[in-house]
Protein backbone atom coordinates (compact mmCIF):
# COMPACT_ATOMS: atom_id res chain seq x y z
CA UNK A 1 0.00 0.00 0.00
CA UNK A 2 1.31 3.39 -0.83
CA UNK A 3 0.10 6.90 0.43
CA UNK A 4 -1.55 8.36 -0.22
CA UNK A 5 -4.12 5.65 0.10
CA UNK A 6 -7.65 5.56 -1.67
CA UNK A 7 -10.03 3.61 0.16
CA UNK A 8 -13.57 2.28 -1.58
CA UNK A 9 -15.66 3.74 1.11
CA UNK A 10 -15.55 4.23 5.18
CA UNK A 11 -18.62 3.74 7.27
CA UNK A 12 -19.22 5.67 10.28
CA UNK A 13 -22.22 3.70 12.04
CA UNK A 14 -24.46 5.18 14.92
CA UNK A 15 -27.39 4.52 17.03
CA UNK A 16 -28.31 6.91 18.56
CA UNK A 17 -31.26 8.16 20.87
CA UNK A 18 -33.02 11.21 21.84
CA UNK A 19 -35.20 11.59 25.46
CA UNK A 20 -36.75 14.63 24.02
CA UNK A 21 -38.62 14.83 20.75
CA UNK A 22 -36.23 16.87 18.65
CA UNK A 23 -34.22 16.57 15.02
CA UNK A 24 -30.53 17.51 15.65
CA UNK A 25 -27.97 17.71 13.28
CA UNK A 26 -25.53 15.07 13.17
CA UNK A 27 -21.85 16.09 11.69
CA UNK A 28 -18.96 13.18 11.47
CA UNK A 29 -16.07 14.51 10.34
CA UNK A 30 -12.80 12.14 9.61
CA UNK A 31 -9.69 14.53 10.92
CA UNK A 32 -5.71 13.83 10.85
CA UNK A 33 -4.55 13.38 14.33
CA UNK A 34 -3.19 16.73 14.75
CA UNK A 35 -6.05 18.60 12.90
CA UNK A 36 -2.84 20.42 10.61
CA UNK A 37 -4.82 20.18 7.73
CA UNK A 38 -8.80 20.23 6.60
CA UNK A 39 -10.80 17.29 7.55
CA UNK A 40 -11.11 14.19 5.29
CA UNK A 41 -14.52 14.23 5.08
CA UNK A 42 -17.10 15.93 6.46
CA UNK A 43 -20.84 15.12 6.45
CA UNK A 44 -23.83 17.10 8.07
CA UNK A 45 -27.66 15.42 8.35
CA UNK A 46 -30.17 15.66 10.62
CA UNK A 47 -31.41 12.98 12.64
CA UNK A 48 -35.65 12.37 12.33
CA UNK A 49 -36.75 10.77 15.90
CA UNK A 50 -40.30 9.69 15.60
CA UNK A 51 -41.15 9.88 19.20
CA UNK A 52 -38.83 10.45 22.34
CA UNK A 53 -38.58 7.15 23.00
CA UNK A 54 -36.94 6.44 19.67
CA UNK A 55 -33.95 4.82 18.46
CA UNK A 56 -32.71 5.62 15.24
CA UNK A 57 -29.91 3.46 13.43
CA UNK A 58 -27.88 5.96 10.45
CA UNK A 59 -24.58 5.01 8.38
CA UNK A 60 -22.84 8.05 7.30
CA UNK A 61 -20.60 6.04 4.25
CA UNK A 62 -17.94 8.55 2.15
CA UNK A 63 -16.77 6.81 -1.00
CA UNK A 64 -13.30 7.23 -2.34
CA UNK A 65 -11.61 8.10 1.03
CA UNK A 66 -7.90 9.63 0.28
CA UNK A 67 -5.60 9.03 3.46
CA UNK A 68 -2.68 11.73 2.82
CA UNK A 69 -0.24 9.85 4.83
CA UNK A 70 0.22 7.07 7.44
CA UNK A 71 -0.78 8.08 10.58
CA UNK A 72 -3.22 8.16 13.02
CA UNK A 73 -7.01 9.83 12.13
CA UNK A 74 -9.67 10.22 14.22
CA UNK A 75 -13.56 10.02 13.18
CA UNK A 76 -15.54 12.76 15.24
CA UNK A 77 -19.47 12.79 15.83
CA UNK A 78 -20.48 16.38 16.82
CA UNK A 79 -23.70 17.81 17.21
CA UNK A 80 -24.79 21.30 17.81
CA UNK A 81 -21.44 21.96 19.10
CA UNK A 82 -21.03 18.98 21.39
CA UNK A 83 -18.15 16.29 20.83
CA UNK A 84 -20.19 13.01 20.89
CA UNK A 85 -18.10 9.84 20.11
CA UNK A 86 -14.09 10.04 18.96
CA UNK A 87 -12.14 7.32 17.73
CA UNK A 88 -8.99 6.44 16.48
CA UNK A 89 -7.79 4.79 13.31
CA UNK A 90 -4.61 4.26 12.29
CA UNK A 91 -3.34 4.05 8.49
CA UNK A 92 -0.49 1.91 8.16
CA UNK A 93 1.59 1.48 4.70
CA UNK A 94 3.74 -1.52 3.98
CA UNK A 95 7.38 -1.89 3.24
CA UNK A 96 8.93 -3.57 0.31
CA UNK A 97 9.23 -6.78 2.32
CA UNK A 98 5.34 -6.62 3.41
CA UNK A 99 6.24 -5.77 6.93
CA UNK A 100 3.55 -2.52 7.92
CA UNK A 101 5.22 0.82 9.30
CA UNK A 102 3.38 4.00 10.36
Given amino acids: MS???ASPF???ALLLADDILRDPAITVRLIDAVESRPPVFAET?????SSSEAVVERGF?????VYREAGQYRPRVWSEGHLLKECRLTVWR????GRFKK
Fill in 94 to 97: ANVN
Fill in 10 to 12: DVV
Fill in 45 to 49: DTIHF
Fill in 3 to 5: VPQ
Fill in 61 to 65: MKWNV
